[in-house]
């Protein structure tokens, strides 16, 4: 009951301070749609299991959009977070890289560019002159930056490029507005797609995916930057044993990770780079 | 159709009430149920529009928002919640449009048919029409447009914040939609008309048939009047004061009179056989009086004469010869005078001729006489014989001095065939209507109750009487229907 005045209180974005208790502060970790995040049940299972494992109450924080989450981090409101790599390198003062999932057993992922299943022409993002196009989130990678930076390799302005364009905030979303037709191109996180097509064939089903970019860093978790060693140091030990731990696994594969590996800060140079060259980009500046 | 009308006029009035009441069941029944289903149609109709109004007001300030903030999916998703919530399709709408200040479409839930930017009157010809009222209509309560020719009902919802007109809530209703639910309702409204009916239906046909059956009874009580007269017992005739009962008292008034009637008839039917009898009587009595006179002059001369035997056999011989001749015709007449019937014989026709003889010897008639009678056969006899005697007087009546009269008796395929002739005057054709009715105005002689009394007697044995008079002379022909007796 306790925990859930206290994520009540952390929800509302209240100061926590309640010295009188012996109860060890919570460990307050950000979410962001980087990962099928709808999941109730399985977000409490999760939650109990980092309990469980770090002998300290855990509170998880969601949001509606990236940005945030992150700010919350900047601000030291929550421990940790799983962010987009394009959070982690734009904000790599305030953040510490903490763990980042294996996917296919590499600490990697794509962005795809998804179609409806019923346009069977289209053969890339450049191909998508004048549609309605679906963008997650505006601080993702896969679902915003990259999209932008391949119609800017291809000479192409990406305010402009567009009839009209949108953010559903959220990677599933965008794979449900193209299935609609709502859109008529979407880009989204890859590793959602996959996952969402073993989970609910059906709607990824209805998309059809036109381009695959190149591998870039997973979706990494991140620690504030003044977390105790301490506590990052079980905090990463954690998430690195789920994968060698039978309930972890479990976890795990309801992710549809592999595990969790410590990463280092050049897998996301590639972003890095991709970000400048869209900042710098002109009238890429906004896509609104 | 004309037959099964008349059909329908000829049925019973015991099944024809009931069906009338039937009928009436059923037409109240429909006229209710129609008229419900026709309110009901309306209700639903307002329903679907309260319904969709209520809807209109809170997704159009929902709306505000996502528009303000161009938040195309957050708008999207909204329009999409009233369809997670298909609990009645019916109330459910089929697309929900908003549209952006400029009229185009800013999201819809058919995306497909309604892609964003798109017009959408270049889509579906409905909008071309009301397109106008769209953009123009600004009242914050929604507005439903039934246009004539479209199968849709639009619900129209400004969108507005602080005055400014950022777009328009377009909810579109099929007007088949809620049809299914029409239906349903109309079966179900049916199904209870037919549980009315059901019920209604026995006992309108129960009560009908009650209504009927004093009506059923009469009329049969009516049907059985004719050759004879029912009992008021047998019948079970209505008690009541109502037009039924007065018919019924009427009816009963009725069969006392024709029983007073029928009565008054058999006693002129006897009284006129006792003065047939009396008309026979002097003709008897010279009958009797010719072989008296025989035998009291031959007892005169056995008493002058005395004698030898061969005499006295003589005269007793002559004496037993009248005695036998007066013993035949007394014991003609005396069967006249009894009651007791017993079928009609070879001998009854035979003493018939002895009573009637010595009226036709006085007028020095020629009489034919043809018996074919071999059999008896079953009709009272006294009847049988007082037809004959009748019929045979008023033909010695009728003939003039040493005329000529016949009659003919013979049994046939169950009728026994009684016929009488004579070559006196002919009836003339202004007597002939009136041949069979009492005190006739051409009667000569006598009050005519003769013939009238033959036909009573006939028809009351069922038989036929036919007369034909020509100036040769004049046939009576009886015919009874009979069994042979055993």
Redesign the interface.
Known sequence: MFRWILAAALCAGLPLADPARAEPQPLRVGLTPVFLDDQVAFLKRWRVYLEERLERPVVLVQRASYREINELVRQAKLDIAWVCGLSYVQNASRMTLLAVPLFNGKPLYQSYIIVPASDRTTQSIVGLRGRIFAYSDPDSNSGHLYPQYALIEHGQAPASFFARSFFTWAHRKVIEAVASELAQGGAVDGYVWETLARRNPEIAARTRIVQKSPEFGHTPFVARASLATREFAAVQAVLLGMSGDPEGAVLLEHLNLDGFVPGHRGLFDDIASMAKTVANAPAAATVR | MRRLLRRYADLSLRDKIPLRVGALVVITATLVTGSLIVLEYETLRDDLLRNSSSLGRVLAKTLVAPLTH????RA?EIVNTPFHARDDPAITAEILLVLDAAGRVY?STQ??EF???ADPALIDRDYAGIAGEITQYSDPEPKAIEGAGTGRIHVIAPITADGVRLGTLVMAYSKTAFIPRYLRIAARAALITLLVVAVLLPIGAWWGRRLAEPLVQLAEGMGKVGPGIPDDDGMRLPESRDELGQAAAAFRRMLAELRGKEQLEREVVATERLAAVGRLAAAIAHEINNPLGGMLNAIGTFKKHGGDEAFTAKTLSLLERGLLQIKETVSALLVEARVAPHPVTYDDIEDVRTLVLPNAQRKQARMEWQNGLREAVALPSTLVRQILINLLLNAVGAIAERGHVAARVHAEDGLLVLQVENDGQHISEARMPYLFEPFGPHEEGGHGLGLWVTYQIVRQLRGEIAVESASGGTRFQVRLPCEAAA
């Open positions: 161009d938040d195309v999916w999207y999201v995306p497909k892609p964003m930017l």
